[in-house]
């Protein structure tokens, strides 16, 4: 008979090294721990998804099932096909649509790993949902909950993690985030895991080799039409194959004879245009974001100082930032950065932890009076 003391926790299973791990790390702790695969693919990519695998193809659940197997937990698959649909590939498309480049990661964590999952694993009386992202959740003096760095620099994945909100914070356990990833892999192998070396996913899941502009002229009505290459100024300097391939910051692939290299500087969907220029036309001193979400705060008051990531491989860069309006925050940086793009997430820290973040708008903003 279980403890009445005794927490329960749903992991969820990727059937990779960090959420085996963590399932073991939770049991170990004393947790009665359930794990559950979600099963996001489509119906009609089945075959491609068992090909290629990734975090949520058909082989994870398999891997997943053996891990569950050794482990001695129970295991089940959940389906969250309609929410990632909904949430995250419908999302994907509206962005690059609209001249935006997203991050469907971000939007996965938020509505399908959490948002889905959180409530469906309460609805079955569980306390918690763990998952194996390389993050630590640390509750503050004022009573809010943060996410903290990873002891794991290289590892670190809080920027994908900046928009999920008190509750689902107060509901979740990130054990992984105490450790290297080497540690990892070696407790996978000391209690005999078979994917103790199995390499981490890369490419984005529903798009297992990588093409987005074929994705999206596959699963949109939308005609992608050609349009015109112009310079800060305007003058056309070619055509280009549409806005959907192509990303602030980009040199490759546009095809152009400059006689020097040239950059993406912007995408203007509303005149089908892509603006070309030099590298130095690539960085801005400040951008504006929306859609905001705080994590340390409840609202951002005054100047704060902050560091600021515009991208998941972003080092982040000194900035300072304000509200300008109900859902936008200004935030300008010590020193220019370099292809701000949006679309992406720009996430604020202060210290070691997450104040808050939010969707880039772009490096302009026009406050409605």
């Known amino acids: 008979m279980m403890s009445e003391t005794k927490k329960t926790v749903v992991v969820g299973m990727s059937g990779g090294v960090d959420s085996s791990v963590t399932a ?17 693919w489509q119906e ?10 990734g975090c949520c193809g058909l082989s994870a659940v398999e891997d997943a099932r053996r891990v569950a197997d050794t482990l001695g937990i129970p295991y089940y698959v959940m389906n969250f096909r309609k929410e990632f649909k909904e949430y995250v590939m419908d999302y994907f498309l509206e962005e690059y649509l609209c001249g935006r480049t997203p991050n469907p990661c971000i939007a996965c964590n938020r509505y399908v790993k959490w948002e889905a999952l959180l409530h469906r694993s309460i ?3 569980a306390d918690y949902i763990a998952t194996g992202h390389y993050a630590q959740i640390m509750q503050l003096p004022n009573g809010r909950y943060t996410i903290k760095h990873s002891v794991s620099a290289k590892k670190d994945q809080t920027y994908a993690l900046y928009n999920l909100t008190q509750e689902q914070l107060s509901h979740t356990l990130m054990p992984v985030g105490a450790y290297e990833k080497d540690e990892i892999r070696r407790i996978a192998k000391d209690i005999n895991l078979l994917v103790a070396n199995k390499p981490d996913s890369q490419d984005i899941c529903f798009i297992p080799d990588n093409d987005y502009a074929k994705f999206i ?3 949109s009505d939308q005609i992608i039409e050609e349009g015109n290459f112009v310079d800060l100024e305007g003058n056309i300097l070619g ?4 806005i959907t391939n192509y990303t602030v910051g980009q040199r490759k692939g546009l095809n152009l004879s400059m006689g020097k290299p040239v950059f993406v500087v912007e995408i203007r969907p509303e005149t089908n245009e892509v603006v070309i220029g030099d590298n130095a036309d690539v960085f801005q001193p400040k951008l504006y974001a929306n859609k905001l979400n705080f994590m340390s705060t409840e609202k951002l008051e005054g100047e704060m100082e902050v560091i600021a990531k515009i991208r ?26 370099r292809a701000i793009t ?5 996430v604020f820290y202060e210290q070691d932890y997450v104040v808050g973040g939010g969707s880039i708008i772009g490096t302009s903003f026009c406050e409605q009076k």
Do not use: W
Request: hydrophobic share 35%.
């Open 312 to 337: 998941y491989s972003h080092n982040g860069a000194k900035a300072k930032i304000r509200m300008v309006a109900d859902d936008v925050v200004e935030c300008l940086f010590d020193e220019p950065q």
């Open 342 to 346: 949006p679309g992406q997430a720009v």
């Open 217 to 219: 002229h596959e699963n």
């Open 24 to 40: 073991y790390l939770l049991k170990k702790a004393g947790y009665n721990v359930i794990g559950v695969t979600m099963q996001i």
């Open 239 to 242: 055509r280009h194959k549409g």
């Open 123 to 125: 609805e079955i009386g």
């Open 44 to 53: 009609e990519a089945e075959v491609d998804m068992e090909e290629n695998g």
